[in-house]
């Protein structure tokens, strides 16, 4: 079964349609099915799944799962960070694909969890995002290395979708604070970062309303 995860990333990294990728499907299915009450699709054999929320997350379990598979926590906060404030939408099939791409779990239950793990942090961070003091909490809680990882992702995330930031979308002071975040990425300067960081991702959030 789990050749058929690894089979889906690829294909969705390959940016084929989710209706043509069986599990992934079937993983859309049942997390959209969850969020509107709707009865979902079931695998071959077994009951429908019951229309219940996956539970909530516990606290460092994200990073438990992570451990292993090359990505980090911060580098998903940022990763998802970036999806909350993008001038145009991203699809789930785009930006989960990309995030999951070449990335290898022990065991298909723990893929679906982090779906699920990713799914809610990028819902939570849609609304924390509109809110400078939380998101200088965030981004003040991290370390250099965290940080780093930070805007690791949230570059990551605009390689993996430009056309959802068109250059007509950006003000000079935009194109320049993705240029320090490339640079800090990269291993380049950080200081003030953490200052001018949480306003902006606020004002950004403002103009996707």
């Excluded at 995330?157 to 002071?173: D, N, V």
């Amino acid at each position: 079964m789990w050749l058929a995860f690894a089979a889906s990333a690829r294909a969705l990294v390959q940016q084929r349609a989710l209706r043509r990728i069986p599990v992934m499907q079937y993983v859309a299915d049942l997390t959209l099915g969850v969020a509107d009450g709707r009865p979902t699709a079931k695998e071959p054999g077994e009951p429908p799944p019951s229309p219940t929320a996956p539970r909530p997350p516990r606290r460092g379990e994200l990073a438990k799962l992570l451990v292993g598979t090359g990505l980090s926590e911060a580098y998903v906060q940022g990763y998802l960070t970036a999806l909350a404030i993008t001038p145009r939408l991203v699809s789930l099939q785009a930006w989960l694909g990309t995030l999951l791409g070449g990335v290898e779990f022990d065991g298909e239950g723990k893929v679906q969890r982090v779906v699920d793990l990713f799914i809610m942090r990028a819902n939570q961070l849609d609304q924390d995002a509109a809110d400078q003091a939380t998101m200088s909490k965030a981004i003040a809680a991290l370390e250099e290395g965290p940080l780093r990882d930070w805007a690791g992702g949230f570059c990551a995330l605009i390689a993996a979708s430009k056309s959802a930031w068109p250059a007509g979308a950006l003000a000079a002071a935009d194109r320049h604070m993705l240029r320090t975040l490339k640079t800090a990425a990269e291993g380049g300067e950080l200081a003030g970062l953490r200052a001018v960081l949480p306003a902006w991702i606020t004002a950004r959030r403002a103009l996707r309303r």
